[in-house]
């Protein structure tokens, strides 16, 4: 849908992409962590408050129902089945973003692809709200897994794409003020 | 390398606020057990009006940016609200007993659930919800400020050729064949 943006990246963007992959990766990672984590933290005598905080944390992205998500050490998870298989999916769109995407461009999903991979979660959350079926956990992980496979190639563009343009506008600046004081 | 930058703040501030009162709401702030939708949705529609106000083709970047800044603004409001809207312990408990003796199953930890709800109401546990609220907010408006950029930013002009420029006026001349 939109053209590769590269006006940032004289050398082109693959340095960039490569480290907004890279620290999002590493975010993923403790962001899973922290998810599956929560329940053995709070099931600790020591460690409950460091659990109980990481429930809080989440809290406000995530109904948390007790029913609704897969359970870890007889409690469950810090976010729902649907919310773990949109973090999940993240984590394995991440896995094949320098597969299909690489390094070097910046390309956003076409709304086709995003209306594609949307779809089977809408139309499974708005079924469940409106009391027309309710399906179960499986169900609402992977319907929230083939969305979040989606995610990463938002962000790391969009957060790749922003990086770029205040470097440029910062040497912009920089070489502005070096030709104001000459 | 100058390039003029979109007036962000403006479509943030009301669609953030709108996102964050809707989020803090009772029975609305359900809608967010969808992915978030209020938070993910209000970027998207932030950018969205950020795209008709300016005539700049949008970036990925400046979708992010909207997105974070929607994001945050809803997260204060959406704390601003939940002060408003303090969940009362006491009815919630009055409700869950009627629900039990229609015989509806409830789920086996509530009581701790409700004790873990009332030892999050103290001004410490605000501030620091209104943090981790910001950054979650905060990220998933980047995510939907993207996202509205591929949705609803103006597509760059195509290759056409641009027409000739007008010629300049004419100086008046003032020779023998001007006929005024």
């Given at each position: 849908m939109n053209p590769p943006e590269n006006g940032g990246f004289p050398g082109g963007p693959a340095r960039t992409v490569r480290r907004v992959y890279f620290w999002t990766a590493a975010?993923?990672?403790v962001w899973l962590a922290a998810i599956v984590s929560a329940p053995?933290?709070?099931?600790?005598?020591?460690?409950?408050?460091?659990?109980?905080?990481?429930?809080?944390?989440?809290?406000?992205?995530?109904?948390?129902?007790?029913e609704r998500c897969f359970q870890f050490h007889g409690r469950p998870l810090a976010v729902c089945g649907r919310c773990l298989g949109i973090y999940a999916g993240f984590a394995l769109g991440?896995?094949?973003?320098?597969?299909?995407?690489g390094f070097s461009t910046l390309r956003l999903p076409t709304a086709r692809v995003f209306i594609l991979t949307v779809l089977p979660m809408a139309v499974d959350g708005a079924a469940g709200v409106l009391g027309l079926w309710d399906s179960p956990i499986g169900v609402r992980f992977a319907t929230g897994a083939?969305?979040?496979?989606?995610?990463?190639?938002y962000f790391v563009?969009?957060?790749a794409d922003l990086l770029g343009t205040r470097r440029a506008r910062r040497e912009a600046r920089a070489l502005e003020n070096r030709a104001g004081t000459t | 390398m100058n390039q003029a930058r979109p007036e962000y703040l403006r479509p943030a501030l009301i669609v953030g606020a709108a996102a964050g009162i809707l989020s803090g709401l009772p029975v609305l702030s359900l809608v967010n057990c969808l992915c978030c939708l209020w938070i993910l949705g209000g970027a998207a529609f932030a950018v969205k009006l950020l795209s008709q106000a300016t005539p700049i083709v949008l970036k990925p970047s400046d979708g992010a940016l909207e997105g974070a800044l929607t994001g945050v603004i809803a997260a204060v409001s959406h704390t601003i609200v939940s002060l408003a809207f303090p969940p009362n312990i006491e009815s919630a408990r009055r409700v869950l007993e009627?629900?039990?003796?229609?015989?509806?199953?409830?789920?086996?930890?509530?009581?701790g659930l409700l004790e873990g709800t009332s030892r999050f109401m103290s001004?410490?546990?605000?501030?620091i919800g209104l943090f981790f609220t910001a950054v979650?907010?905060?990220?998933?408006?980047?995510?939907?400020?993207?996202?509205?950029?591929?949705?609803?930013?103006?597509?760059?002009?195509?290759?056409v050729p641009a027409a000739p420029p007008e010629a300049p006026p004419q100086p008046p001349s003032s020779g023998p064949g001007d006929a005024s």
């Open positions: 975010g993923t990672i053995w933290l709070a099931a600790g005598r020591a460690t409950a408050r460091v659990g109980t905080l990481l429930y809080a944390a989440f809290a406000p992205v995530c109904h948390q129902i007790p991440l896995a094949l973003y320098p597969l299909v995407r083939v969305w979040g496979v989606l995610l990463p190639f563009t969009g957060a | 009627w629900l039990s003796s229609m015989g509806i199953e409830q789920p086996a930890n509530i009581d001004p410490t546990w605000m501030i979650m907010f905060a990220l998933i408006g980047v995510l939907g400020g993207i996202i509205g950029v591929s949705l609803f930013g103006k597509k760059p002009a195509s290759a």
